[in-house]
C-alpha cells in the first residue's frame, strides 16, 4: 500500500512540474499563437538562477527560511528574460509566416543554451542543502522526502492561483478576449502589445518556477531545457494546445505513464510517451481539452 | 436528361439550415442562374454538389450516379468543376502554370514524377491556347498572385474551364470588379461555355449579368427553392421581386421586359 | 486566327552549364588543391546537401515544415551501422540499398500519420515521432550502442577495398564516391521538381483547397513527396556514417532536425540551389564556429535570429535579389 502512494507522489511530483512547464508553453500559444521552442530553456534559466542564488546564501549557519525567500529568483529571472525577449525578438515576428517564428524560437533556444553555459559553466549546480533541510515524512514502513511533498504543493497552489487568474480577473478576461479574437479585442480597446507581454512573461514565469522548484531535487544541468521541451510538447499534445485544463491534465496523464513504465519497462517510458502523444495527435489532433 | 439532380439536400450549421431539403435539378447544356440575397444557401448548395461540404442528408446524383459520398477529386474526374468567389490560385505559380495543372490532372498526367513538365507541348499549347480564348495570353509568365482582381476572377474560371468538365459552377464570377469590368469577363466566359457546350451554373447577385445570360434562373431564399423558371417568369414572380430582386417607387418591377432597369 | 504556342524549351541550357561546368571542375580538382581536412569538411559539406535537398522537397516544394527530419538521416546512420553489426557487411552499395529500404519503410510509417496534418501540427507530429527513434536508441543501448553509438569501419567502394590511410581513402576516394551519389541524388531531385508531379506538389502548397478542387489527391501526393524526402535524407545519413566512422544518438535527436531546417533556410528555401548552397555553407560555418569558441551554439543561434529577421530567402534569395538589381541597372 505505502509502495502505492509512494508512486502516485512520484507521479504527482512529476506532473506538477511538468503542468508549470507546458502550462507556460500552452498559456502562450493560447494567447500569442507562438510555439516557443526555447521555452524549455526558460525553465533551465530558472533551475540556474535558483541554484545559484541559494548557492550563494549557502553557508554554515544560513536558515532555512532563506532558501526558500530566493527559491523563486529562478522564476522572477525567467520572467524577466521573457520581457525581454518578447520586446526585442518575438515582436517583429507576428506578421510573419509562423515557419519563421518557429526558427526564431529555435534560434534563441540555441543562444539560450550557451548564455547558461557561460554564465554558470558546464558542471552542474546543485542546491541540495534545501532538499536535505526538509527531511522526510514517514510514509507507512518507509520515507519519503518531504520536500517532494511541497513541490506538489506548490503545483497544486499554481494551479489554483493560474485559474484564479484566467477566469476570475479582469487581466484574465482579456487574457482570453485576446487569445479568440486579437482583431476584436484591439477594436474594442485592448492593448494587445501590452497583453501579449504579459502573456509571455507570466508563461516563462511558470517556467521559470518549475526550474526553480525543480533544482533541489535535481541539479540544474546543461541540456536540461531540450529534454524537458519534448515533454512539455508531449503534455500538450495531449492536452490540447492553448488550454490550460489541458496542460493539467496532460501533465497528469503523462506523469502517471511514466511512473508506470519506469516501474515496469523503464526502457520504453520514454517511447510509450512519445507514441501516445502521436496517437493523440493522430486520432484527436486538438488534444483532450484543445480547440481545433 | 437531368445532367444533375438533388434530392432532399439538406445541411445545417448548428440550428441554421442553410440548405433545408432542396430539390436542384440542371439540364444538359443549361446556362442557369442561381439567385437569392445572402444567406439564402446558393453558396452552400454549390459546396456541397461540388464536394467542398459533406451534407446532413439527401442525395447528389450526377449523369444517374449517387456522387454523394465521393470526394471533390473525384467529383472533378466525372466532370463537376467550380470556379470560387473568393479567387483560388497557386499565386505562386505563373498563369499559364495555373492552367497547365488543370490539364495535367485532366490527363492523368500530375503522378509522373520521372518527365520534366516543360517537355509535354500539348498541354503547354493547349493552356496558352486557353489563356488567349480568355484574355490572358499576354500575363502568361506572370505570376497569379501579381494580376489585376478582374484578370484574376478571369483566370479562376479558366483553371476550372481547363478541366473540360460536364458541369461547371461559377460563384460569382464577377464580384469585386468594377462595373465597367464585369460585362466584358461575362461575355468571355459566355462565349467559351457557350462554344464548348458546357452545362453551367452561374451564382450571381448582379441582376443585369443574370437576365442577361441566363436561360433559366433559380431563385433561393432561406435555404429553399422559392421559384425557378425563365427569365421572364421569374421577373413576373411577385414572391421574388418583393424579396429579392426589388420593385421602382411606381410598383413596376426593377428590370423591364429587355432585362435591363 | 493564329495560336500562340509555348516557345520550345533548347535541349541545351547554356545559362545553366555556364556556372554548372566551373562548379562541377572545381568539385573535381579539389583533392588535388585544398588539404584533406577541407576536402573531408567539404564531404561532410555535399552529404548534408543530399539531406537538405530532401527535407526541401517537404517544405519548399509542397509546403510542409518537418522538425522530425533527424529520423531519416539517422535512419540512414543506424541502418549501416546495424548492417555492420549484425550482418557483418561492408559494402557501400549495399549500405546505400539498406538506408533506401529502411527510410522507405519508416518514412511511409510516419508519413501515413503525419501528411493529414498541415502547419504547427505537422511539425510536432514529426518532432514527437523523431524523438521515439531518439529514445529508442538511447534505452536500448545493448542494441545501439546508447550514447556510445556503433562504430562504422571503412566500407568496401563498388567492391574494391580501402587501402592505406584511412584519411587518404576519406579525403580522395570517398569524396569522389560522395561526389557521385550527390550528383545523382541533385539531378533525381531536379527532374522530380521539374515534374508534373512536382508542380502539383506545389499547387498543394499554394493553395491546398483550389489543389483538390482540380483533381489532385493532397493526402497522397503529400506522402508520395514524404517518402522521397526522407530516402533522399536517409541517403544522407547511409553516407555520414562511415565517414563519422560513428552512428549516434546525436543525429536522431530533435535538435539535429532543427539544424536541418536552419541551413534549409539559410540557403533559402524557395530555389532548388537554396538548399545545397546552405548545406554546405552550414558545415563551414559550423565548422568553424566548433573550432573557434566553445560557445559555437550562441553564435549559430544569432545567426539563425538574424537570418529570419533581416533575411528570410536566405544567401540565393539575396543572390537573386542581386542578380535582377543588377539587371535592372543594365
Not at chain 1, 491534465?249 to 505513464?257: E, F, K
Not at chain 3, 549495399?94 to 508519413?111: Q, R
Request: with cysteine; aromatic share 10%; glycine share 10%.
Amino acid at each position: 500500500m505505502e509502495v502505492l502512494v509512494i508512486h502516485i507522489l512520484n507521479a504527482l511530483l512529476y506532473s506538477s512540474v511538468l503542468f508549470l512547464i507546458a502550462g507556460g508553453l500552452s498559456l502562450i500559444y493560447g494567447v500569442m499563437r507562438i510555439l516557443n521552442l526555447a521555452h524549455g530553456n526558460l525553465y533551465a534559466l530558472g533551475a540556474f538562477v535558483s541554484a545559484w542564488a541559494i548557492g550563494l546564501a549557502t553557508g554554515p549557519n544560513t536558515p532555512n527560511f532563506v532558501f526558500f525567500l530566493l527559491l523563486p529568483a529562478g522564476a522572477i529571472a525567467a520572467a524577466a528574460a521573457g520581457a525581454v525577449i518578447e520586446r526585442t525578438l518575438l515582436r517583429p515576428f507576428y506578421k510573419r509566416p509562423e515557419e519563421y517564428q518557429l526558427l526564431m524560437t529555435f534560434g534563441l533556444l540555441m543562444i539560450l543554451e550557451d548564455v547558461i553555459r557561460f554564465i554558470w559553466g558546464p558542471a552542474p549546480l546543485s542546491a541540495t542543502s534545501v532538499y536535505a533541510s526538509l527531511g522526510s515524512i514517514t510514509i507507512g514502513d518507509g520515507r519519503y522526502p518531504t520536500y517532494n511533498v511541497v513541490v506538489i504543493g506548490v503545483g497544486i497552489v499554481a494551479a489554483v492561483f493560474l485559474w484564479a487568474f484566467i477566469y476570475r480577473t479582469r487581466f484574465g478576461v482579456l487574457l482570453r478576449a485576446t487569445s479568440q479574437d486579437k482583431r476584436m479585442a484591439s477594436a474594442l480597446g485592448v492593448n494587445v502589445n501590452r497583453i501579449y507581454i504579459q502573456a509571455f512573461t507570466l508563461g516563462c514565469f511558470m517556467a521559470g518556477l518549475g526550474g526553480a522548484i525543480v533544482v533541489p531535487s535535481q541539479s540544474a544541468v546543461l541540456g536540461m531545457g531540450v529534454d524537458a521541451l519534448v515533454l512539455a510538447f508531449i503534455v500538450v499534445v495531449i492536452g490540447g494546445l492553448g488550454s490550460l485544463e489541458g496542460a493539467l491534465a496532460g501533465a497528469l496523464i503523462v506523469g502517471v505513464v511514466r511512473e508506470v513504465f519506469i516501474t515496469l519497462y523503464p526502457e520504453v517510458e520514454l517511447a510509450v510517451l512519445y507514441l501516445i502523444a502521436a496517437l493523440v495527435l493522430f486520432v484527436r489532433p486538438a488534444g483532450l481539452f484543445g480547440r481545433a | 436528361m437531368d445532367l444533375l439532380a438533388t434530392q432532399a439536400l439538406t445541411k445545417s450549421f448548428g440550428d441554421n439550415y442553410a440548405v433545408n431539403r432542396v430539390d436542384f435539378a440542371v439540364k444538359q447544356g443549361e446556362v442557369l442562374a442561381l439567385i437569392g440575397s445572402n444567406g439564402a444557401g446558393k453558396t452552400t448548395l454549390v459546396n456541397l454538389v461540388s464536394g467542398l461540404l459533406r451534407p446532413d442528408s439527401g442525395q447528389i446524383m450526377f449523369e444517374n450516379n449517387d456522387v454523394t459520398q465521393q470526394k471533390a477529386y473525384d467529383r472533378i474526374k466525372v466532370g463537376i468543376a467550380r470556379s470560387f468567389q473568393l479567387v483560388n490560385l497557386f499565386d505562386h505559380l505563373s498563369c499559364v502554370d495555373n492552367v497547365a495543372l488543370s490539364i495535367f490532372s485532366r490527363a492523368g498526367k500530375t503522378q509522373n514524377l520521372a518527365t520534366l513538365a516543360s517537355r509535354d507541348q500539348a498541354v503547354w499549347d493547349e493552356a496558352h491556347e486557353l489563356l488567349r480564348q480568355f484574355g490572358l495570353d499576354r500575363h502568361a509568365k506572370m505570376l497569379a498572385g501579381s494580376m489585376s482582381h478582374g484578370e484574376r476572377k478571369l483566370l479562376d474560371v479558366a483553371v476550372a474551364y481547363a478541366l473540360r468538365p460536364k458541369l461547371l459552377f461559377l460563384d460569382e464570377p464577377t464580384s469585386g470588379v468594377s462595373t465597367r469590368e464585369k460585362a466584358p469577363i461575362m461575355d468571355i466566359v459566355s462565349s467559351i461555355v457557350r462554344s464548348g457546350g458546357i452545362t453551367v451554373v452561374i451564382i450571381e447577385h448582379d441582376m443585369d449579368i443574370v437576365f442577361r445570360y441566363s436561360e433559366r434562373i433559380v431563385v433561393m431564399h432561406q435555404g429553399t427553392v422559392l421559384a425557378d423558371g425563365t427569365p421572364d417568369q421569374i421577373r413576373a414572380n411577385d414572391a421574388v421581386t418583393t424579396t429579392l430582386i426589388g420593385t421602382h417607387p411606381t410598383g413596376e418591377p426593377a428590370f423591364g421586359s429587355d432585362g435591363h432597369a | 486566327m493564329t495560336t500562340v504556342t509555348a516557345a520550345r524549351p533548347t535541349l541545351i541550357p547554356w545559362r545553366t552549364l555556364a556556372w554548372l561546368v566551373p562548379v562541377a571542375l572545381v568539385l573535381l580538382a579539389a583533392p588535388y588543391v585544398v588539404d584533406e581536412f577541407q576536402i573531408i569538411t567539404l564531404t561532410y559539406g555535399l552529404i548534408a546537401a543530399i539531406g537538405a535537398i530532401g527535407f526541401n522537397l517537404l517544405l519548399g516544394y509542397t509546403g510542409l515544415l518537418s522538425f522530425g527530419h533527424s529520423a531519416f538521416f539517422g535512419g540512414g546512420a543506424y541502418a549501416v551501422a546495424f548492417m555492420v553489426k549484425y550482418l557483418k557487411i561492408a559494402s557501400m552499395e549495399l549500405f546505400l540499398a539498406g538506408s533506401i529500404l529502411a527510410n522507405a519503410i519508416l518514412s511511409l510509417l510516419f508519413g501515413f500519420v503525419c501528411v493529414r496534418y498541415t502547419k504547427i501540427f505537422f511539425g510536432i507530429l514529426t518532432l514527437c515521432l523523431s524523438q521515439v527513434l531518439w529514445s529508442l536508441a538511447f534505452k536500448f543501448f545493448w542494441v545501439t550502442g546508447g550514447t556510445d553509438g556503433l562504430r562504422v569501419p571503412t566500407p568496401t567502394l563498388l567492391g574494391s577495398v580501402a587501402s592505406g590511410d584511412k584519411m587518404q581513402f576519406l579525403s580522395h576516394q570517398y569524396y569522389y564516391y560522395v561526389l557521385a551519389v550527390f550528383a545523382i541524388c541533385v539531378f533525381l531531385m531536379w527532374v522530380i521538381v521539374h515534374s508534373p508531379f512536382g508542380k502539383a506538389l506545389q499547387a498543394i502548397r499554394d493553395n491546398e483547397t483550389r489543389a483538390e478542387f482540380i483533381g489532385i489527391r493532397i493526402r497522397r501526393y503529400r506522402l508520395i513527396a514524404f517518402v522521397i524526402s526522407g530516402v533522399f535524407t536517409g541517403v544522407a545519413g547511409a553516407l555520414w556514417a562511415p565517414l563519422n566512422g560513428l552512428a549516434s544518438p546525436d543525429v536522431l535527436i530533435w535538435t539535429f532536425s532543427g539544424e536541418i531546417v536552419f541551413m534549409t533556410v539559410l540557403g533559402g528555401f524557395r530555389t532548388f540551389v537554396g538548399p545545397i548552397v546552405g548545406a554546405i555553407a552550414f558545415t563551414y560555418l559550423k565548422t568553424y564556429a566548433v573550432g573557434f569558441t566553445t560557445y559555437w551554439q550562441l553564435l549559430l543561434g544569432v545567426v539563425l535570429v538574424v537570418l529570419v529577421l533581416l533575411l528570410p530567402t536566405g544567401i540565393m534569395g539575396a543572390v537573386e535579389r542581386l542578380a535582377a538589381r543588377v539587371k535592372r541597372a543594365r
